[in-house]
């Protein structure tokens, strides 16, 4: 009876032991440097709150997830008497202290040389770095407190500011090209469970611009051999999450091989109706809509699926061309345009103008940029000026990609291009001639 006892006694104990180990974790929480004074007390105060909520025996590096250095640590220890918020923040009077500086230190964004996003990380280093600096040999979980739009001033290029977000190309590229660069890099975040706490879902320029920013950081950790976790605007549902152990969402996105490094903007909210979607009108513009065209939007659609075509656009004769590589401009803006639902690439390429244009210099050009069409490629231009809209068909010969390589020359020294890409003129289109 007595070594059945002791037995079951050792069974329990080491099942209890077993229990509280599985509660001990190593948590990475980063934290943006980028708010305004106000806001940065309010969220170290809110931090520190979940902090003293988590399991005993985790332990916690808190990391400046833009700098990339370590602001302190906050270590709940095994121990019943640690069972209160006042005795952990009590044992972590460094931590608790080094928070604090930190939020007094916090910069405005905007400010000169700074990022212009509140909340800014620079989450490809960030989680390089973590990966580079902590044992992930079991479950790593790394907590990223900021907002989910990468942006250096260094890398202005790469901004995910103002509704930009990266193309699957950049995870097929290198580092050394793209920040969001995964190639070669499958093992990096091995057992590593990336979560991101955002603060607001009013930052999203609606739903479809939430679903492609969070597909795409799903696909980049994954390409680094890691799991998405939570990404979610309410950071106590986040910390729930991982105190629950959570296992990553399942999801179906799946990254579409592609060479381009493109920054995509999606169409425009207010554009309640597709240019691709109007009536097409069957009378000329107007000779005075002509030299003074207002509210100008150029798409264009194809139907090879494999196949990516680029617009190109200059208003006038010295101004800067809006295309998938410049995609802002003083005259206007280029987006993608998905039309029934989010696809994640080979959106109908639109540019739209802000500002009323003479259609007489106005230069237009369609580039094949990637894929194999064994005839050539079709598609079809739309031009709309006001309530004006025109359609007319347009042939590339060329069949495979060139990877825009003559395109821009053109536009900048007047070189001409070879049968991979087609000048438009957009007074034909609109029957002015």
Request: glycine share 8%; hydrophobic share 40%.
């Amino acid at each position: 009876m007595k070594t059945k006892t002791l037995l079951l006694c050792i069974v329990l104990f080491t099942w209890l032991t077993a229990a509280q180990a599985a509660t001990a974790r190593d948590l990475i929480v980063a934290l943006s440097p980028y708010h305004a004074p106000d806001d940065a007390r309010r969220h170290s105060v809110a931090l520190l709150k979940q902090l003293t909520e988590l399991n005993q025996g985790s332990r916690v590096t808190l990391i400046d997830g833009y700098n990339l250095s370590i602001i302190g640590e906050f270590n709940i220890p095994d121990n019943s008497a640690y069972n209160n918020p006042k005795a952990r923040l009590g044992v972590n009077r460094e931590a608790v202290a080094a928070l604090k500086r930190f939020a007094d230190r916090s910069v405005t964004p905007g400010s000169a040389g700074h990022p212009s996003v509140p909340g800014a990380v620079r989450l490809p280093q960030l989680l390089r770095y973590v990966a580079n600096n902590f044992n992930h040999s079991g479950r790593l979980d790394v907590i990223v407190l900021g907002s989910p739009f990468y942006d250096d001033p260094r890398e202005a290029a790469f901004s995910m500011a103002n509704g930009r977000f990266p193309s699957d190309g950049h995870l097929f590229a290198s580092q050394g090209k793209t920040p969001f660069g995964a190639a070669g890099q499958s093992g990096l975040l091995k057992n590593a469970v990336v979560h991101m706490g955002y603060g607001s879902d009013r930052i999203m320029q609606g739903e479809r611009h939430g679903y492609f920013v969070k597909r795409f950081w799903a696909l980049y950790v994954e390409a680094l051999g890691g799991k998405l976790g939570g990404f979610v605007a309410d950071v106590p549902t986040l910390f729930r999450g991982v105190k629950g152990n959570a296992p990553p969402p399942a999801h179906d996105f799946k990254p579409v091989r592609s060479g381009k490094l493109e920054m995509i903007i999606l169409s425009p909210v207010e554009n309640r109706q597709s240019i691709f979607d109007r009536p097409v009108s069957e009378t000329a513009l107007p000779q005075a809509q002509v030299v003074r065209a207002e509210r100008v939007q150029i798409g264009i659609s194809w139907q090879c699926a494999l196949c990516d075509l680029d617009v190109y656009a200059r208003p006038l004769p010295d101004a800067p061309v809006l295309y998938f590589g410049r995609t802002v401009t003083a005259h206007g803006r280029y987006w993608k345009d998905y039309r029934n639902s989010p696809q994640p690439t080979n959106g109908y390429e639109t540019i739209g103008f802000d500002v009323p244009l003479d259609l007489r210099t106005l230069v237009i050009a369609i580039n094949f940029y990637e894929g194999e069409a064994a005839q050539g490629l079709s598609g079809e231009i739309r031009v709309s000026v006001n309530e004006h809209t025109y359609a007319a068909p347009f042939h590339i010969a060329a069949t495979r990609g060139n990877r825009g390589q003559d395109i821009l020359a053109f536009f900048e020294t007047g070189k001409t291009f070879g049968d991979h890409s087609v000048l438009i003129d957009p007074l034909t289109i609109v029957m002015a001639k």
